[in-house]
């Protein structure tokens, strides 16, 4: 069930969970998942951030609206990739951002939507 994240305390603490998952899982994302938070906060629309959450524990799936149109964020374990999805995690694949793309590279895709 989506958890919408109405504060800095309740993005911090979903950040917190990605990059310790990361650490341990998928390093290949690890630091540009800050990247990829940081340009989903300057672009995203007035509606509020939602995540995927379990029994209360909140999960790798962040969806979030830029431009009226919903975007799913996701990591792609065969790739070891962060998926940028049109609609849902199972839309179109907009972009995917590992640990190789830049700062500008992420930024030029959230400046292009």
Known sequence: MPAKVV???DLNTYLHGVIDRANHHAQSVNAIALTVAGAIIWAKDSD????????????NVL?????NQ??????????GRIDM???????????S???TDTAISVFNTFAAL
């Open 7 to 9: 504060d800095i305390n």
């Open 48 to 59: 509020p951030i939602t995540v995927m959450s379990h029994d209360g524990d909140l999960k």
């Open 63 to 67: 969806w979030v609206k830029i431009n």
């Open 70 to 79: 919903r975007y799913a964020f996701s990591y792609d374990h065969s790739t």
């Open 85 to 95: 999805r049109l609609g849902s995690t199972q839309g179109a694949t907009i972009a």
């Open 97 to 99: 951002f590992s640990n």
